[in-house]
């Protein structure tokens, strides 16, 4: 099974930090926060890795190199100009192949065993969802009996913590250029195809420098 780390964001809101640092080689405890990410994904067994980009990538690729460093096979998917989670996912599928695909995004830090995401994959997605942050409290989809629902308005809602599984099939139909990933799921949640999980570990988004600084303190007390 293969994975893909999406790297292409720009970081506006963790300038000036990312005016000359790609946001995934941003350091969290003397550490790259991508790296996180992949000594994560070796440790659950994953040995090819894809990764997007666009803003400064040439300096994630020039940094993480083929992955062999990682005891990883990492391949690169350079955007140019940002083609968003949707877009920049089904351009990378050609790296992906044509079997389900775990999805990390490059900006959070979290303490989720990767594990769990090499399991079979019922329909079209599975995502995992976690309590919703305080700078995200309305949340974004229903959790009902395993599976992943947009349409109960009554229903608690989670947050995406941006970990998921995906089939290939999802884009179907899609062509290339920048789009959002979310109309795909809510499409497929809408058919019945979206599983999920119920993540109540550790997870930051780490959009802000305020939120970097809790993944510091995160770190300090683990080690």
């Keep these: 099974m293969k994975a893909m780390i999406l ?44 990764i997007n980009h666009a803003w400064l990538g040439q300096q994630v690729e020039d940094h993480l190199g083929d992955g062999q460093r990682f005891g990883l096979h990492i391949r690169y998917s350079p955007e140019g100009e940002p083609l968003e989670t949707g877009g920049g996912i089904f351009r990378a599928l050609p790296l992906l192949g044509d079997e389900p695909f775990a999805v990390i995004n490059g900006d959070i830090w979290t303490d989720y065993a990767m594990t769990a995401l090499r399991r079979p994959l019922e329909g079209l997605a599975h995502l995992v969802l976690i309590d919703n942050p305080v700078h995200h409290p309305d949340g974004d989809f229903a959790l009902l009996d395993g599976h992943v629902r947009d349409d109960l308005p009554d229903a608690p809602k989670l947050t995406y913590s941006g970990i998921a599984i995906l089939h290939p ?7 290339d250029g920048a789009f959002k990933l979310a109309p795909l799921l809510r499409a497929a949640m809408a058919e019945g195809r979206v599983t999920g999980e119920h993540f109540r570990g550790r997870w930051v988004d780490v959009g802000t420098h305020e939120r970097l600084a809790e993944v510091e303190q995160l770190l300090a007390v683990t080690h």
Excluded at 26 to 50: N, W
Excluded at 169 to 175: I, M, P, S, V, Y
Aim: aromatic letters at 6%; glycine letters at 12%.
């Design 7 to 50: 790297a292409a964001g720009k970081g506006e809101r963790m300038r000036p930090l990312t005016l000359h640092t790609p946001k995934p080689l941003v350091r969290a405890g003397g550490v790259p926060l991508i790296e996180y990410h992949l000594l994560a994904l070796r440790a659950a067994g994953f040995a090819d890795v894809v």
């Design 169 to 175: 099939r999802l884009f179907a139909g899609c062509q």
